[in-house]
């Protein structure tokens, strides 16, 4: 059976973008009578907003999507994540990282043509991962803020080539190392975007992840992440971005204008799609099996 999700972050209203996402992801499940989740991705602690969350009910609830319940809270679920981070600690894979983001920015200044990876980001360039064991352990006793970081060398040794299938790309060749060492987890959020996506895309048995293509180059990391982890690889589809009329394209930090604001205003749904430019939802991907990741379980990534 076909899953696929819906994944908003409640930091803001949804907007039009948001919408399209929604629905994509809506039709792709019930075009061959498959299941439609929401997950509320509330890892962000100091961000998100219980307004927000209600909002986002109602915006659905506006748009006529119908999904399973119950709806998943990555908040009540960060034991989840960090019990994942603790294994890959365990295993050699991620590493303490004590630079601030500042040291982080100088750095990568200081190194002049620093790699960047593929949207343009600087790379971070594995300070910390040259660290002696001794010092790493003597700087986490005496409480100095770190960032867990995966070495993503080191996980690629481990599991060889990978790849992925993408619906509109075809098979990709997974190149996480474009991304650098990535972040999984810090002190004031837990854990992160790629970590507890990829957690929770397996444990919620997601067959079809259907988002934007600004998240194309992500699923290299979550990839491998579901190699080391030993979760199953769904199929993905990354849908085009939707712009505004001045070819802007639509996200929170623009003020794009909001589906409460359509609602409020007495909008139609029908009406929604007449203030975007995009390419239509197109042909929906047909049933495709799903494959597995060829690695061993990890203990710590278990239906709670």
Not at 120 to 139: D, K, V, W
Not at 212 to 232: N, S, W
Request: net charge neutral; with cysteine.
């Amino acid at each position: 059976m076909r899953v696929t999700r819906f994944a908003p972050s409640p930091t803001g209203y949804l907007h039009l973008g948001h919408a399209y996402s929604a629905q994509f992801a809506h039709d792709a499940a019930h075009y061959c009578g498959g299941k439609f989740l929401l997950r509320i991705e509330d890892i962000d602690l100091g961000r998100c907003r219980a307004e927000f969350t209600e909002s986002i009910f109602d915006d659905l609830a506006w748009l006529g999507l119908r999904y399973e319940q119950p709806v998943r809270r990555q908040s009540e679920h960060l034991r989840v994540y960090e019990q994942a981070i603790e294994w890959l600690w365990e295993e050699g894979l991620v590493y303490p990282c004590f630079c601030t983001r500042k040291q982080v920015k100088v750095e990568v200044e200081e190194a002049g043509r620093a790699p960047h990876g593929p949207s343009g980001e600087p790379i971070y360039p594995g300070t910390c991962r040259h660290l002696a064991p001794a010092e790493r352990q003597i700087r986490m006793d005496r409480g100095e803020p770190f960032a867990w970081r995966l070495d993503v060398g080191a996980a690629l040794e481990r599991t060889g080539p990978l790849s992925w299938f993408d619906c509109r790309a075809g098979e990709v060749a997974a190149d996480p190392l474009s991304l650098g060492d990535i972040v999984l987890g810090r002190k004031d959020v837990r854990t992160s975007y790629h970590l507890a996506v990829t957690i929770d895309d397996a444990l919620q048995g997601v067959t079809l992840v259907t988002r934007g293509e600004d998240l194309f180059h992500a699923t290299h990391i979550h990839r491998l992440l579901q190699a080391v982890l030993g979760l199953k690889t769904p199929r993905y589809y990354h849908h085009n971005l939707i712009v505004d009329r001045t070819g802007q394209r639509m996200s929170k930090r623009n003020r794009a204008v909001t589906l409460r604001h359509f609602r409020d205003t007495g909008h139609r749904v029908e009406q929604l799609f007449e203030n975007i430019t995009a390419s239509p939802l197109g042909p929906i991907p047909r049933r495709q099996p799903v494959s597995s990741a060829p690695a061993r379980p990890m203990a710590g990534v278990a239906a709670d």
